[in-house]
């Protein structure tokens, strides 16, 4: 029902922080998503003509980029009325999540989580190290990615008590 492009974190901006990568909103390491699920519930493709939409985006989406002058460091378009920041294709987002609910998309940002289980300095530096040696301490020890990033760290010194909880009912 909806489809979702990000581009891959380099080192393009959006007011002056470096952008995210697809899981720097998430504050959980990946698991396996498709475990005891139906294929409708595995598939993030649904809609036959989702697949096309989103493939066509995602090519326009890397022309564009390909075209700035600062190629993978083209700063997030945000501001509609600044094209500054375009490419010869026009603006450059960093995100574009679509819904064929309604026929939309919008487009959006994210700053880089630094303590990022994919992209944030310390999992890539280990990575670069030793590259086989990391993947398969990654594959074989399920919360190796949250200790390396220090997400495992951050989660325990969260005092939950101090998090407010918020549902359909608050006003």
Known sequence: KQWYQRRVRGAPTVAGNDLGCYFCNDVVAPSDSTKDRTLDQMCTVTRPGNALVAGSLAVELM??????????????ALDPNNSSEDSCLGRIPHQIRGFLANFSSVQTASHAFDKCTACCTEVIRRYREDKMGFLMEAFNTSNYLEKVSGLAEMIDNTNFGDIWEFDSDTE
Not at 63 to 76: D, E, I, M, T
């Open 63 to 76: 022309v564009s980029v390909l075209q700035h002058p600062l190629k993978g460091r083209a700063p997030a």
